[in-house]
């Protein structure tokens, strides 16, 4: 698997956790009391998770380095067809992600 797959594969798995989060709360809401309050509660939820959610494709650690890859690894992760590298390591998006050994 290339470093550019592994961006993707990070990418698709927070949409796939969005969708679900925003399928939970869209049931959630519909069973809830009609009250103002709990909308506005609901509706500032919603938007947090889910800017929480795009800011983290800008904070994808590099699979070499372990540093974020900001909005490299984001435009990389969203399909920019583009020859990008590490902006902290040098290396580049298509080749395959290094091993990294766990310390003991």
Not at 8 to 19: C, P, V
Not at 86 to 104: G, L, M, Y
Request: hydrophobic share 50%; glycine share 6%; proline share 5%.
């Amino acid at each position: 698997m290339t470093i550019r797959q592994y961006l993707r594969r990070r990418s698709e798995r927070y949409a796939t956790l969005a969708f679900a989060f925003l399928l939970v709360v869209g049931v959630v809401a519909g069973y809830a009391p009609r009250i103002l309050a709990i909308r506005i509660v609901f509706a500032v939820l919603v938007g947090v998770v889910l800017a929480a959610a795009f800011w983290s494709l800008f904070e994808i650690p590099c699979p070499n380095c372990g540093k974020s890859m900001g909005s490299i690894g984001f435009w990389v992760s969203v399909g920019r067809k583009s020859a990008e590298r590490c902006p902290h390591c040098d290396i580049s998006v298509d080749i395959a992600v290094p091993n990294r050994e766990t310390k003991k």
